[in-house]
């Protein structure tokens, strides 16, 4: 299997990692792949990019379970308010494609913000870096890997 940025980037930290392949059918919501992959869909996480007023990009990273609360994301970035970037922004900001997204390895580092929930995960899932590809770690070690906050993003 050809690594991908994330990968590497735990590789490069000594950070243990399972990858899990599932079918990319088409289907790449945050729900659909962890039932997919028959997972808790509290411990897979989707990553999603917004834009703040003062036009600064912001990573929030959330269970499949939840949805983002546009307001308590403003809040937790001390931005007035957020919102989603268009889709076709996402690959040039990123690196990644729609489905495939992943907190690490971004091409530009964005101030990243994963729900509290995430603390208390005993497996944490997150993309790999492209659709059909998560990597399930031990949260406690991303911290060694990304500049995250830890706070109450969901609704």
């Known amino acids: 299997m050809e690594k991908t940025n994330p990968m590497r980037i735990l590789d ?24 997919e992959m028959g997972e808790n869909p509290e411990e897979v996480f989707k990553t999603l990019v917004t834009q703040g007023k003062s036009d600064r990009y912001y990573v929030f990273v959330l269970p499949a379970t939840c949805e983002l609360d546009l307001k308590k994301a403003a809040a937790s970035v001390g931005e007035k308010s957020v919102a989603m970037i268009p889709q076709k922004e ?22 990243t913000v994963i729900h509290k929930t995430a603390a208390d995960c005993n497996r944490f899932y997150v993309s790999g870096g492209k659709v059909g590809l998560q990597l399930e770690l031990d949260f406690k070690e991303l911290e ?6 830890l706070a109450d993003i969901a609704r």
């Open 90 to 111: 996402l690959q040039p900001l990123t690196g990644y494609v729609h489905g495939g997204c992943s907190p690490l390895g971004m091409r530009r580092s964005l101030k």
């Open 12 to 35: 490069r930290a000594g950070i243990g990692y399972t990858v899990h392949d599932y079918s990319a059918s088409g289907k790449i919501a945050a729900m659909d792949v962890a039932e």
């Open 144 to 149: 060694k890997v990304l500049d995250y906050v």
